[in-house]
């Protein structure tokens, strides 16, 4: 079964450059690695997504290392706006009839200040 | 172009009933999948269909189940509900990937 690990929660200040790094020792060889953002009472909401090296898009970038044990979402010059949590999201291995199944990070509570 | 709309926002039920929950994915989106969020347990991955047919699918006992329609529309259902099922229950869809999805607003199940 895939576990994630991730940072429970950052501080940064605006117009830094964030990153946050998930943890993922055992995860499905086929599938993406996805990250979302989500602010209280809405959905989550697609960041970006990737399957090996980095992927740039225009609000973050995704660093994966060849072995694909964790990922880093890096987000550029921050705002106050981007306070919010952080989840990445993985697919399972398939170990022990759970193929198929997603797993979700807990979530990092990213807090930007003036 | 409208978002993934899920109906009821806020519900209220008593434990041994069941609940159908509905979500109208955005048009022309295949996939939809549907995630429950606690704060014990963060957000779980339910089920997702893609054609009317599940595809994939968590860890929840068979009291959760769902159904896709031709329209893409879907329902989740839950029989005999426990305190524990209280949750925010999201919806999201996605033209055919598989993880770049968009959510909805959720529908909050309090059981009491």
């Known amino acids: 079964l895939a576990k994630t690990t991730q940072p429970i929660s950052m501080d940064s200040y605006e117009g830094q450059e964030v990153n946050i790094t998930c943890s993922h020792n055992?995860?499905?060889?086929?599938?993406?690695i996805t990250w979302y953002q989500q602010f209280p009472s809405q959905g989550p909401r697609f960041i970006i997504q990737?399957?090996?090296t980095k992927v740039t898009n225009e609000v973050a970038s995704l660093f994966i290392p060849a072995d694909r044990k964790s990922s880093t979402l890096s987000l550029p010059r921050v705002s106050l706006s981007d306070t919010a949590v952080y989840y990445c999201?993985?697919?399972?291995?398939?170990?022990?009839?759970?193929?198929?199944?997603?797993?979700f990070g807990k979530g990092t509570k990213l807090s930007v200040k003036p | 172009k409208a978002g993934v709309t899920q109906t009821p926002r806020y519900l209220i039920k008593t434990r041994g009933q069941q609940v159908t929950l509905s979500c109208s994915p955005i048009?022309?989106?295949?996939?939809v999948s549907w995630y429950q969020q606690t704060p014990g347990q963060g957000l779980q991955f339910l089920f997702e269909?893609?054609?009317?047919?599940?595809?994939n699918k968590g860890n929840f006992p068979g009291r959760f189940s769902g159904r896709q329609f031709s329209n893409s529309r879907s329902e989740m259902n839950v029989s005999t509900l426990e305190l524990g099922d209280s949750a925010l229950y999201l919806c999201?869809?996605?033209?055919?990937?598989?993880?770049?999805?968009?959510f909805g607003s959720g529908t909050r199940l309090t059981v009491v």
């Open positions: 999201a869809s996605s033209p055919g990937q598989i993880h770049g999805y968009t």
């Open positions: 055992n995860i499905a060889t086929n599938d993406y």
């Open positions: 990737g399957y090996k």
């Open positions: 999201l993985v697919g399972d291995p398939g170990d022990g009839g759970s193929q198929g199944n997603l797993i």
């Open positions: 048009s022309g989106h295949r996939s």
């Open positions: 269909y893609f054609s009317e047919t599940q595809r």
